[in-house]
Structures are given as C-alpha cells and as structure tokens.
T-cell receptor, first 112, second 113 residues
C-alpha cells in the first residue's frame, strides 16, 4: 500500500511563529501537490512541485520537493490566524494500481 | 471559469435508503474523481471517470457507484445506506494534462440516521 505520511498530525502555535510540515513516502512521485482545506469546504490547491529538489514560494509559504521525489515539506513563516486549516499533500505515484494518493493531513491552528 | 459545483450541499437520509450526488466539473475538464472524507479515515478515493469511462476505483463496496455524462458532469450513487456512510463527499475535476492537479468542489455533507 502506498502511503503519504504527514507530520505532525496536529499543530497549535502562536501568531508570528514559524512551522514546518512534512510529507513522507517510500514511493517516488512524478508530481506532488499541497492543498489547504477549511472546515466544511473542499481542499484548495496551493502548489504543485514536479522536479526533485524544487523549491516554490507562495508569499509566506515555502514548498520543497525532495531530491528523490519521495518527500516534501511546507514551511510557513510568521504564521497568521488565516493560515489555520487542514494541510494535505497529495501525489501522483509512478507505480501502483491507483496513481493519486492523499496524505494523512496536518491540522494547523494559529492563535492570535 | 466557474469552479466545481456539487449538489446538494447537505443531505440527511435514513439507513437503507439510497442517495445520488451530483458534480459539475470546471468547464473543459474531462476527469472527475470522487472522495469520501471522514474524521477517522481522512480522504479516501472512491473512483475516477474520464470521458465517461471509469478509469480507477478505490476500495469501496459495490453499493458505491458512479457515472459520467457526455458533458463531463458526474453522479455518484450510494445504495442501502449505512450509518458509516455519513461523511463529506468531495468531487474533484482535472484537465489531466501535465502535473495531476485537482480542483475540488465544496462537497456534499451526507448524514445517515
């Protein structure tokens, strides 16, 4: 079974702090996406990374794809209450029956 | 472009009934995927349709079925509802070119009593 394990599972921090969320797998992915989901809504696509070692920035969010394309990280600088939500990584695997897999999720709460 | 729309947004059914959920993808997107999301299991893949053909299927019982129409709109049906079917059902569309990015609808919250 292909898995995308995210850590930490839960994170509660104060406004202004920095944080990093990890997304790990033993499988290789041809691309990997990060989504943010708010309660009662569908996930919203934040970014896609395709190349091993790739780094993408979206305002205060920095996304990195591992060199071997098996893992990714999301770093948030100076977190704000508006960053609160469920962060999901998802990837298009290069093997297996079904190619698109979602991570286990990281629930982030940023306190004002 | 208009986003992915799902109807209805909320639904309450009783055990043993059946339900049909609808999804309209982003214009031009031919791939539609369905997911079940629960607090305990997270996002679980149900099935994917592309150009009216089921391309992939997750590990759900046969009570869960779907179809896609020629205009790419998709429906999902659940027969003989069980309490455990209570969940947020999400539909996502993709144009399936390049990196596989999916765009989600707001979901249908199904409660089975």
């Amino acid at each position: 079974t292909q898995l995308l394990e995210q850590s930490p599972q839960f994170l509660s921090i104060q406004e202004g702090e920095n944080l990093t969320v990890y997304c790990n797998s033993s499988s290789v992915f041809s691309s990997l996406q990060w989504y943010r989901q708010e309660p009662g809504e569908g996930p919203v696509l934040l970014v896609t990374v395709v190349t091993g070692g790739e780094v993408k920035k979206l305002k205060r969010l920095t996304f990195q794809f591992g060199d071997a394309r098996k893992d990714s990280s999301l770093h948030i600088t100076a977190a704000q209450p508006g960053d609160t939500g469920l962060y999901l990584c998802a990837g298009e695997s290069t093997s297996g029956t079904y190619k698109y897999i979602f991570g286990t999720g990281t629930r982030l709460k940023v306190l004002a | 472009k208009a986003g992915v729309t799902q109807t209805p947004r909320y639904l309450i059914k009783t055990r043993g009934q059946q339900v049909t959920l609808s999804c309209s993808p982003i214009s031009g997107h031919r791939s539609v995927s369905w997911y079940q999301q629960t607090p305990g299991q997270g996002l679980q893949f149900l099935f994917e349709y592309f150009s009216e053909t089921q391309r992939n299927k997750g590990n759900f019982p046969g009570r869960f079925s779907g179809r896609q129409f020629s205009n790419s709109r998709s429906e999902m049906n659940v027969s003989t509802l069980e309490l455990g079917d209570s969940a947020l059902y999400l539909c996502a569309s993709s144009d399936r070119t390049g990196a596989y990015e999916q765009y989600f609808g707001p979901g249908t919250r199904l409660t089975v009593t």
